[in-house]
């Protein structure tokens, strides 16, 4: 069965400073994988995905992500975090099938630090 | 930009009422999805929906759940006899393709009292 593992359950970081989370993945294939971003109160936000191709990935706000399948990480960065990024991140995965549920990690809970 | 809209925002029920959660997903999406999400917990998957049938579900997706597409626009989660155990944040997704990246709406918060 697929999982997700991210290892950090909160990541505390300076604003203007760079930021990386990570995101380590079981699945038996090629993995389809996203993040996701979401804000108190607020539905989930999708950062960017990885389907295939080229494995450094380009999201919203910034974002970026890395498929690493030697490591079968995924770990989202941003050079320059800014208050706005406060959030909570979830990395996630989709099964083979056409319409698989995606399986979700625990989440990161990240906090800004003037 | 095209968005999944849930109402109601929040639901406050008597544990063993019926409750019905809509969505709307974006209107040209094809795969409907709920989720749930207990608080402080994970993200869960309940069920996938496409052509007007389940095509997948979890295990937390037992009898007292179902799903319907009534119309061309709504899509809905029933749940027959709620349980304490039932009160979580419930999201409702659409994606446009099988695999695409999934568009979430902001859920709705089940209490169950």
Redesign the interface.
Known sequence: AQSVTQPDIHITVSEGASLELRCNYSYGATPYLFWYVQSPGQGLQLLLKYFSGDTLVQGIKGFEAEFKRSQSSFNLRKPSVHWSDAAEYFCAVGGEGGADGLTFGKGTHLIIQP | EPE?T?TPSHQVTQMGQEVILRCVPISNHL?F?W?RQILG??????????NNEI??K?EIFDDQFSVERPDGSNFTLKIRSTKLEDSAMY?C?SSGT??G???????TRLSIL
């Open positions: 999944v849930q795969y999805y989720y917990q994970k993200v869960e998957f309940l069920v996938s929906f496409y095509s997948e979890s999201f997704a099988g695999r990246a999934q568009h979430f709406g902001d859920g």
